[in-house]
C-alpha cells in the first residue's frame, strides 16, 4: 500500500515540485493550502502546474476543523505553508506570526490528536542571519550584524575589531542562529516546535533549512520572494535587476529539484528522525553574478544590473551551506548546477506574463524606513 502524504503549502513553488517527487516515487499526495492572493493572484484558483493527481483542500493551516479533515489517513506530513517575505515581515509583523508561528502551533495540536509517522518542517537559512566566517589568523568566528552606522558609510564588508575583513567559509547547522528578521525568528519557531512536540508524541521529525532555491513556478509577480525570480520579472519587462549595496554579497543557489529530493530523503531515510538538515548546493556565488547570468540567459545582456548601494533592515552580507550533514545522513547529493537551472527557468518564462511589483515593493520597505 503505498503511503498517503499531506504538504501543507503545496501548491506553491516547492511544495508543487515536491508533490511532483512524490508522485513519481508511487506516493499519494494530499494538499492543504489557502492559495494566497500574493503568490497565487486575486483569483485564487487551483494552479494549473498542480498535477490533477494530487488531492486540493483549500483551506486555511490554522483552521482546527480544517486540518482535522486534512489529516485523515495520512502517514506523514510535510509542512511548508508559510509567508516568505525577510523585508514584508518586519512591518507585517502580526500577520507573519500569526500564519507562520500560530499555524505551526495549531497544526501540532491537530497531530497530537492524529498523530503520523514523520512530519518535515521547511525551515530557513534566514534564521543564521550571518554565516560563519574565518579571521585573518585562520579561527572560525561568529560576527554580529553590521551596525546601522557601518551601513550608512557604505561599508559593506564584515570586519574585525582591527578593522581587519573577514572570510566568509560554509555555514554548517551548528552555527548559533542570530534570527535577524521576524521571518526568520517565525522559521526557528517553526522548527524548534516540531521537532519540541515529535519528541514529546513519538512523531519522527526532521527540520530542513532550505538555502536560496530557484526553479519554474516560483511566484514572480511576488515582489517578496526569491532574488532570482525578482531579478527575471525586472529583466522581462526590459527593467534592470536592482541590487542591493555592491552586489558582493555571496548566497547559495539551490535547484527546486534538489530541494524535493532532500524532502524525500527526509522522509525515506530512517537516521534523518529529530535532526536539522542544511539544504543547498554548497556553491556560492555573488549576487551580481546572478543578475548577469539571469540577463544572458533571457538574452537581454544589454540590461545591466543597477546597484543601489542601499541597505535592507534584516540583510546578511554572506551566508552559504555546509551541506555535509545532509550528505553524510541523508545521502543528498545536489544535481542540477546553476547553469542548467537557469537554461530551465529561462524556457519557463518566456510563456510567463509577469507583473514588475519590485518598485512597489521597495518603496513600501523605504516609507518605513527599512532601507538605508
Ligand atoms: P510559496 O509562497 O510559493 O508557497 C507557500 C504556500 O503556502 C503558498 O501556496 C501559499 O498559498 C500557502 N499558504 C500561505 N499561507 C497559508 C495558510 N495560512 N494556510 C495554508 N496555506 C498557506 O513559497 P515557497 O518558496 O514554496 O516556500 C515553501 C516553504 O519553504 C516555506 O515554508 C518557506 O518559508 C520555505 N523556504 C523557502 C525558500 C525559498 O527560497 N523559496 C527558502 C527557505 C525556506
Known sequence: MSKHILITGGAGFVGSHLADELLAKGYQVRVLDNLTPQVHGPDARRPDYLDPEIELIIGDVRDPDILRQ????????????????????????????????????????ALVEQPVERLIVASSMSLYGEGLYLTPDGDQTVVDQRSLYQLKTRDWEIHNAAGEVLTPIPTPESKTPALPSIYALSKFDQEQMCLTIGRAYGIRTVALRFFNIFGTRQALS???TGVLAIFASRLLNNQPPLINEDGYQQRDFVSV??????????????EAAGHVFNVGSGRHYTIREIAERMA??????????EITAKYRMGDIRHCFADITQARQVLGYEPQVTLSEGLIELAAWLEGQVSLDRVAEARSELATRGLTV
Not at 257 to 270: F, I, K, M
Not at 296 to 305: A, H, N, R, S, T
Request: charged residues 15%.
Open 70 to 109: 486534512a489529516l485523515k489517513g495520512i502517514d506523514a506530513v510535510y509542512h511548508l505553508a508559510a509567508n516568505v517575505g525577510v523585508g514584508q515581515s518586519m512591518y507585517e509583523i502580526a500577520q507573519y506570526t500569526s500564519v507562520n508561528n500560530m499555524g505551526t502551533a495549531v497544526l501540532l495540536e
Open 222 to 224: 511576488n515582489p517578496y
Open 257 to 270: 529539484y534538489d530541494v524535493a529530493q532532500a524532502c524525500r530523503l527526509a522522509l525515506e531515510v530512517p
Open 296 to 305: 544572458q540567459v533571457l538574452g537581454k545582456e544589454w540590461i545591466q544590473p
